[in-house]
């Protein structure tokens, strides 16, 4: 086979072989003698033992593999290549020219001069030295080649300059924007207390009472409808409601009806209203010890407001469990008030509706003081601060005039270096940051 290439075309070089490949090198120049040489090959294949051959252009890997194999044989035939492609790209044969490499004559065309000296040089350089780059020095070489390399890139193809760097870009600074503009907050505002924050509406009542049996200060409440209308709220007079369910339950009278049997006394669904029913009551549960499981005189009535705990029965005070007690509850004219808004409420509305409530009542320690009470729904936070700073105003409003008001604001203690880092996560800033950031490094090339 070697022979035959080299009859048809002269100047051939053997290449190499890799198996059952082999692989030569024809100049361009000779073109015109490859159509004979091919089809000698393909009418001679089964002579030649050629399964297949082909024809393709050197590529500028092959030529630095080539001069990396350092062999100046190697180095002399991929330069005539090298010229005759040149030849052959500029339309001229060019000047042959004498070149003496390791005491053998070389043809060369003069256009392939230079790069004949500069690959010798090249070469030549390296080796006389025997240094080769390490280190920084390696990482710094390999570095600037790859920006070369990509700026080389760049200019061919300016879609690729806007996707590799362009779009990123703006995808990181698209992320970072959408971070320094997303509501973080750093710690809890300031909240005015009143019940502008409540969401009123025509139907959210403030429930109010005055009780008292001795009224020497005059109408107290005289501005509450007023300062409750600023905040879409109306007020609810209650005080002759509670001053009859006061009367029906004074002396011998229980809801009305005059006492006569003590099983009248577990009528009561909230709270033992009557004086004698409350002693009675009292007293059969001190005997019972405060006993549960006591077979009390209401033990049978399963409407009795303290049918589930006899106990309770014995408290001076409403706990958690137990509502007030039957014992000193009755002196205090706000018990019938409370009675009031238990009969009347329900869990799932009242609360929400009415949200607060005032009453005035003597102190009954001494009957010439007045007690003023605000009440609230445990439907909000700060309805309690809000329900006591509105009364404050109220009887501001009162003694001086509708002019004047009391001003509250809760500030929030700083928030600690974990709330802070909660609502970081919360705020999906982050994660927006993320998502941007990889659709950014999506348009990088691998």
Same mark, same amino acid.
């Given at each position: ?19 059952? #490949? ?5 100049? @361009? ?62 339309? @001229?044969?060019?000047? #042959? ?83 320094? @503009? ?33 009224? @020497? ?34 002396? /011998? ?8 049997? /003590? ?25 019972? /010890? ?71 009542? /003597? ?58 880092? #909660? ?24």
């Amino acid at each position: 086979v070697k022979e035959e290439v080299e009859k048809h075309v002269p100047s051939a070089l053997f290449s190499g072989s890799v198996g059952s #490949e082999m692989a030569f090198i024809l100049p @361009t120049e000779s073109t015109s003698l490859f159509a004979p040489l091919f089809r000698q090959l393909e009418q001679n294949r089964e002579l030649f033992g050629i399964n297949s051959f082909g024809v393709s252009v050197t590529t500028l890997e092959e030529v630095f593999m080539r001069t990396g194999e350092g062999t100046l044989d190697d180095i002399g035939s991929l330069t005539n290549l090298q010229a005759g492609s040149n030849s052959q790209a500029n339309g @001229t044969t060019g000047a #042959e020219e004498r070149l003496q490499v390791n005491g053998a004559d070389r043809t060369v065309l003069s256009s392939s001069h230079s790069a004949i000296q500069i690959v010798d040089q090249s070469v030549y350089q390296h080796r006389n030295n025997g240094d080769l780059v390490k280190g920084c020095a390696l990482k710094l070489q390999q570095f600037k080649a790859m920006i070369v390399k990509r700026f080389m890139n760049a200019k061919r193809d300016k879609k690729a300059l806007i996707t590799q760097l362009i779009l990123p870009l703006l995808f990181v600074l698209l992320g970072l924007l959408v971070i320094t @503009t997303f509501p973080v907050r750093s710690s809890d505002p300031a909240r005015e207390l009143n019940f502008a924050n409540a969401s009123a509406n025509e139907e959210t009542t403030g429930l109010f009472a005055d009780l008292r049996a001795q009224n @020497t200060s005059g109408n107290l409440f005289q501005h509450l409808s007023t300062y409750l209308s600023q905040y879409n709220m109306r007020g609810s007079d209650a005080t002759a409601i509670v001053n009859t369910i006061m009367a029906d339950n004074m002396g /011998n009278s229980v809801k009305g009806t005059t006492l006569t049997n /003590n099983a009248q006394c577990c009528g009561y669904t909230n709270l033992v209203l009557n004086p004698q029913c409350a002693d009675t009551l009292y007293a059969d549960s001190l005997t019972a /010890n405060g006993s549960d499981s006591y077979d009390g005189k209401c033990a049978d009535e399963s409407d009795f407001g303290y049918f589930h705990c006899y106990s309770c029965m014995l408290k001076t005070e409403p706990t958690n469990k137990c509502p007030i007690g039957v014992n000193q509850s009755l002196t205090d004219s706000t018990t019938y008030y409370q009675e009031h808004v238990l009969s009347t409420s329900d869990a799932a509305t009242f609360f929400k509706s009415t949200i607060a409530g005032f009453t005035l009542s /003597n102190n009954p320690a001494n009957e010439s003081q007045t007690l003023a009470r605000a009440w609230y729904s445990d439907q909000g936070y700060h309805f309690p601060a809000t329900s006591l700073n509105a009364l404050s105003n109220i009887l501001l409003q009162f003694y001086t005039s509708p002019d004047y008001s009391i001003k509250a604001t809760n500030y929030p203690l700083p928030n600690s270096a974990e709330n802070l880092a #909660e609502n970081a996560s919360r705020s999906g800033a982050g994660v927006s940051l993320a998502i941007l950031i990889v659709y950014g490094m999506a348009f990088l090339a691998a």
